[in-house]
């Protein structure tokens, strides 16, 4: 079987929809111009909400992105919103009221003891220690806190020194990855406004931009297992396991970077023929890939402060040797950090309310595989923070992304050592002897952009840029 | 009289002495080749400790800078521990736990009502909306604030709505002028670490670079009356008032722009033979003076929380109008915004307590010529705080830089449309056709530099930064 759009899209993420619907604006392009190949057997990629009837509460969570991050500019939220596809009142939620700290001793008084004003001081010192130079050689995140730790150690009362250090591995919940290998030169983000909660779902944004494009362009169950750059008749080939083979005049490729990072004869690679260069393989190993997972506990009654927005239980002072290393079996409570959002506060008249927990990488990996011991992993750090008596969840969820072979984690992470421009400018193939020879094909997804980088609109940028580059180079033909 | 010193500097305040420390520290100058010449009978310029006597509980309060700003990277803050100068222990405070905020309603928590995270995202706001384009024609705090909550309404609250405008007016207690005339663009500071009190005074500092100038160096109640710039020995030629004429090679300018702005024929005015170019002249107008107060009240009890490092007391929704005009009587309490450090915090072991208050223009003016109002400006404001019957102040202190003809205010402040830019570049004569045409003149001062503008470390690092141009400029002889 074969097909011969002008368009080949890999991946039906929000990138990838995103370009598609963009090109089908486009007055000259026809709908059946347009193909889009998935391998699962739904759309959305890491954009994924549960079902109500998953939930014993009727709530439904998003299982990848969450937020709305950079709220005063961010482009999925102004798109729903001049669409008239949002009810700003109902649908989202600022969930950012200042995060409630526990430790294994305890409630610390976070505004009481100054600690944020000396994590905002970490943080503004990180900056100027790698603006300094921009050679300086990147360490990791532990180390870069404790060298603030030493030098103005004279200034710090005996709670900051006991306890920021610690605060800060709060960063493991943004990036997916534990401390010791993240990178201090990357560490810092520069956000355009606060998080703003998707309350709706954002499988409701797929649904938008999916019921703009005619379904019968989107072939799910379609694993790519060949891009073919080379053919007689100067068109790209994509050809499926099934053996479906898609001819078109340009490619766009939103694979995420974890499936591009595999090698070409992995069972779920992507091979190319003829094999990428070698400056771009190379590329494709500058950054790396996070496994940002969660975890959903719901409770018949609400034992926690529900007026609370979030909760942080920071770890103990532990050794960092192996915090990345693979779990082989449950580590002890208090060993990583938890970051927690208080569902209820987002749905506040439901009967019960429920915990929704960030968990970083190895921690992911293990829990996704061992659901079953979620419960006995958070109830002695839980136990710090009730003030009714504490209860057993009456429903637990857990992601499966590290077990999802068409994932594989979660969305780019930078280790110490790593530079996501380096790929971003190598996959543009804006400049000279970057990109792929041929023009035509062209990458898209949280990987390739630098502002909104893991993030759905930073995704969803890529695909509009991606589009646009097509529609303007058949408008110069 | 005459005097001939290799190198004349105006004014003894912290960037004088600080050129003439450093000059004085190399090993070609000789202790007789420095002169400063001091317009008041005192060293310290815009620094000023009143004494422990001024004070009913033994306190020294600083009535002019009493912050190391930007502390991760302060200049004199790094300077004093060099050196071992200052006790971290004992010698500063961090005063900067979260703002309890007040309104004419009273008690506002500003925490559950996360009226912080909407101050951040105006202010971010106002950032994106100055960075889009750099020509975006300036406008005043009030309106960039208006034009936020306009466009933001349907993401906050009705009481962010309420509140978040009108608490952005802390800024006038940072530029001290009203948020109507202050720039928008150059509204948001980006800082480089903590604010740490300095609790000891900055008496210390100036004493400690003072102690190391040779007293008679220091002419002190010498006004100048005119700079001459061309002589027949091409000296330059400062005369003061009392006719005293000191001739030099170098020159540096530390009078503070208040005095620089002044029609040169004016009593307190420097006359400049020749007149400076039109390029300076028009250049010294593009940055305004503010007039940055303080009012301190001294209680024999603490009738507030002592717990509270700051207070803010919101002001009423008023019209905006008039806010920048000269008053003529006292204005209703609530009109201004109040900014005050709780000093119980800064001073526990005393018995009473006091609050430090800035005050901004116009009502710096008012109150520092009409301190007997200034408890009853006060009192109905304070009335929404007490945690214990309030009583009244047992000594008031009330600043006097507006009414001091050598002061005249306290720094530069931005108005609508001003840039400070222009001044610092034009007064630097690093550039062609920029400075004076004889570069043997130089000027330094806190209106004379880009990092710190404003403070204490900034006019330092300007003063060190004209006596090492003046010591290459030798060199290279």
């Known amino acids: 079987m074969s097909k011969t759009p002008k368009v080949t899209i890999i991946g039906a993420g929000i990138s990838g929809l995103k370009a598609a619907h963009t090109l089908l604006q486009d007055p000259n392009i026809k709908p059946e111009e347009v193909i889009i190949i998935e391998a699962q057997d739904h759309i959305g990629g890491r954009l994924k909400t549960t079902e109500e009837s998953q939930s014993k509460l009727g709530i439904r969570y998003d299982l990848g992105a969450s937020w709305f991050h950079d709220s005063l500019n961010n482009s999925t939220l102004n798109y729903l919103i001049e669409n008239n596809r949002i009810d700003l009142g109902k649908d989202v939620y600022y969930d950012d009221k200042d995060v409630q700290v526990y430790s294994s001793d305890g409630y610390l008084d976070s505004g009481d003891l100054k600690l944020n004003r000396v994590l905002e001081d970490i943080e503004k010192y990180i900056e100027l220690y790698f603006h300094e130079d921009i050679d300086k050689e990147d360490i990791s995140c532990i180390e870069i806190v404790d060298k603030f730790l030493e030098k103005y150690d004279p200034l710090l009362t005996d709670e900051q020194k006991k306890y920021c250090g610690r605060m800060m591995r709060y960063l493991e919940l943004w990036f997916g990855i534990s401390n010791d290998i993240s990178s201090g030169k990357f560490a810092v983000m520069d956000h355009q406004g606060r998080n703003l909660l998707n309350k709706k779902g954002y499988y409701y944004l797929v649904d938008v931009l999916a019921n703009e494009i005619p379904k019968s362009s989107i072939l799910l169950n379609e694993p790519v297992k060949t891009i073919y750059r080379q053919n ?40 190319w023929e003829p094999p990428l260069s070698e400056k771009i393989q190379k590329s494709l190993k500058t950054m790396h890939f996070g496994a940002l997972g969660k975890v959903v506990l719901e409770f018949d009654n609400i034992w926690w402060d529900k007026n609370q ?26 060993t990583y950090p938890v970051y927690c959002v208080n569902f209820a506060c987002v749905h506040p008249n439901k009967k019960g309310g429920s915990l929704v927990f960030l968990i970083q990488s190895p921690l992911t990996e293990y829990l996704e595989s061992h659901p079953e011991e979620v419960w006995k992993y958070y109830k002695p750090m839980l136990e710090k923070m009730p003030i009714t008596p504490i209860t057993d969840p009456i429903n637990i969820i857990v992601t499966d ?38 023009k ?21 940028n890529s695909g509009e840029r991606e589009a646009k580059w097509i529609l303007n180079d058949l408008n110069q033909k």
């Open 232 to 271: 007689n008749n100067k068109k790209i080939c994509v050809e499926t396991k099934n053996g479906l083979k898609v001819y078109s005049e340009y490619l766009i490729v939103t694979a995420p970077l974890s499936i591009l990072q595999l090698d070409q004869n992995h069972e779920y690679g992507i091979k």
């Open 309 to 334: 927005d979030r909760f942080q239980i920071i770890a103990d002072q532990v050794s960092t040797d192996n915090l990345s290393k693979p779990l082989k079996s449950l580590p002890a409570s208090f």
């Open 401 to 438: 992304w590290t077990l999802n072979p068409y994932i594989r984690g979660a969305y780019s992470a930078m280790h110490v050592g790593d530079d996501a421009n380096d790929l971003i400018i190598t996959l543009s193939g804006e400049f000279e002897n970057c990109g792929i020879s041929e």
């Open 440 to 460: 035509n094909i062209r990458f898209a997804g949280e990987h390739t952009v630098a502002d909104g980088a893991g993030c759905v609109h930073g995704a969803y």
